[in-house]
T-cell receptor, first 114, second 111 residues
Framework: DAGITQSPRYKITETGRQVTLMCHQTWSHSYMFWYRQDLGHGLRLIYYSAAADITDKGEVPDGYVVSRSKTENFPLTLESATRSQTSVYFC?????????????FGQGTRLTVV | TQLLEQSPQFLSIQEGENLTVYCNSSSVFSSLQWYRQEPGEGPVLLVTVVTGGEVKKLKRLTFQFGDARKDSSLHITAAQPGDTGLYLCAGANSGNTPLVFGKGTRLSVIA
């Protein structure tokens, strides 16, 4: 299917466990982003990537790791999950970094850390 | 850090009413985008405004970019239950910095 897909849609994990959220896009967009969405905070950028093997920190990167070995995939790993990382995570992609370029979002992954 | 303040945070209105939501900043942006997010889904782009003073219409939705490119508004005429959702504004700058999102306005239109 064309577009941007996230997996899993829902995940429950225990404190201290490592968990990886997957993101795959079929457009060959250069830019990919990970956001978390929390009540009262809106969408906050965790990490972004301008191309394969190029990643950069966003507003709230602590506790997260990303990689981008292939243009179409941008996994987000929580190295040791904490309850404060309970959130809805959105992956997005865009064609370029040029201002005004549309960002396309996945459906989100709802992560609960118990 | 550039911030976008959206108001009101919550809005509940009856079908057929008009409403305006606002997106304000002390910073200048090259462009502003408006997204709508429905429950269980990711945000979807509605419009991008790039010129100060620009007005764009999308059916019953009217978007305006402030003359100084620091603020924007979204006006909905004769709201319908299908307009229910979270409306997010996002600012972009020239260069390669990612979008800055506001916290959103959660709109509920009651039939």
């Amino acid at each position: 299917d064309a577009g941007i897909t996230q997996s899993p849609r829902y995940k429950i994990t225990e404190t201290g466990r490592q968990v990886t959220l997957m993101c795959h896009q079929t457009w060959s967009h250069s830019y990919m982003f990970w956001y978390r969405q929390d009540l009262g905070h809106g969408l906050r950028l965790i990490y972004y990537s301008a191309a394969a093997d190029i990643t950069d920190k966003g507003e709230v990167p602590d506790g997260y790791v990303v990689s981008r070995s292939k243009t179409e995939n941008f996994p987000l790993t929580l190295e040791s999950a904490t309850r404060s990382q309970t959130s809805v995570y959105f992956c997005a992609s865009s064609e370029s970094d040029r201002w005004g370029t549309e960002a396309f979002f996945g459906q989100g992954t709802r992560l609960t850390v118990v | 850090t550039q911030l976008l303040e959206q108001s009101p945070q919550f809005l509940s209105i009856q079908e057929g009413e008009n409403l305006t939501v606002y997106c304000n900043s002390s910073s200048v942006f090259s462009s502003l985008q408006w997204y709508r997010q429905e429950p269980g889904e990711g945000p979807v782009l509605l419009v991008t405004v790039v010129t100060g003073g620009e007005v764009k219409k999308l059916k019953r939705l009217t978007f305006q970019f402030g003359d100084a490119r620091k603020d924007s508004s979204l006006h909905i005429t004769a709201a319908q239950p299908g307009d229910t959702g979270l409306y997010l504004c996002a600012g972009a700058n020239s260069g390669n910095t990612p979008l800055v999102f506001g916290k959103g306005t959660r709109l509920s239109v009651i039939a």
